[in-house]
C-alpha cells in the first residue's frame, strides 16, 4: 500500500539526515543533504557540542530508552540547534503523539528557516491527520527552500495522485524524484506509479484535466 510506503521511506531518509540538522542554521554550509545554504545565524557549535550530539542519537537510534530524555536536556541547553529538535520531533510522531511533534517541528522550524526536512515531516503529519491543503503548503515550502530534497517531491507526488487528485502534478512531481535520485530500490517502484499515471494522463481529455486543477 502506498500510503505505508511513503511513511516508511520519509522515516528512512529523515531519520539518516537528522545527524545534519545540529547546526544547520548555526553554519553557513553543514550537510550537503540537509543544510546546504542554511543561513548563518549564530556560531557553529563547538566539537564538544557535536560529540555529545552524535553521542546522545547514536544512543537513541540504538534504541537506548535513557537516551531520549538526554536529548530532551541537551535540546533545552542547545536551543538555537535544530538537530536536537528535529530527533525529537521523530521520535514523539514515532510514539503516536502528532501534537508533541508538530510543536517541535515548529520549534525547529523557528530555529532553522532554510531545513527542508522539517517541513516535509510536517507535511507528513498534515496529510496523516487529513489537512491536505497544510500538507499541500508544507511539502512545496521544503522544496521551495531545498530544490534537491527528493523526499519532499515524492510525498508531493503521493498527495496529488491519492488524496488531491490532480494526476499530471503528480506525474510531474514523481518525475522530478527520479530525476534527483531517490534511493535505487525506491525508484523502481515509482518508475512503475511514473508510467502508470502517463498512460492515465494522457487518456484523460484535455478538459478534464483542466477541471482537474481547479
Request: net charge neutral.
Amino acid at each position: 500500500m502506498r500510503p505505508g510506503w511513503i511513511d516508511r521511506l520519509s522515516r528512512t531518509v529523515l531519520v539518516a539526515l537528522v545527524a545534519g540538522t545540529l547546526g544547520a542554521c548555526a553554519t553557513p554550509g553543514g550537510s550537503k543533504d540537509l543544510a546546504a545554504g542554511s543561513a548563518a545565524v549564530a556560531a557553529a557549535p563547538s566539537p564538544e557540542v557535536e560529540g555529545r550530539y552524535a553521542s546522545l542519537l547514536a544512543r537513541h537510534q540504538a534504541g537506548e530508552a535513557a537516551a531520549l530524555n538526554e536529548l530532551a536536556s541537551f535540546s533545552r541547553e542547545h536551543p538555537d540547534l535544530a538537530g536536537p529538535l528535529y530527533t525529537l520531533a521523530l521520535a514523539r510522531a514515532g510514539a503516536g503523539d502528532e501534537a508533541g511533534a508538530a510543536s517541535l517541528l515548529e520549534q525547529a522550524a523557528a530555529v532553522c528557516s532554510r531545513c527542508g526536512p522539517v517541513w516535509n515531516r510536517l507535511g507528513v503529519l498534515a496529510r496523516q491527520q487529513g489537512r491536505f491543503g497544510d500538507a499541500e503548503q508544507a511539502y512545496q515550502r521544503a522544496i521551495q527552500l531545498e530544490p534537491g530534497y527528493a523526499a519532499a517531491y515524492f510525498n508531493l507526488a503521493v498527495l496529488y495522485e491519492l488524496y488531491v487528485p490532480r494526476p499530471e502534478l503528480a506525474l510531474e512531481n514523481y518525475e522530478r524524484y527520479l530525476e534527483i535520485g531517490g534511493p535505487a530500490a525506491d525508484a523502481r517502484d515509482v518508475e512503475k506509479w511514473a508510467a502508470d499515471l502517463r498512460r492515465r494522463v494522457n487518456a484523460t481529455p484535455k478538459a478534464a484535466r483542466a477541471d482537474s486543477r481547479s
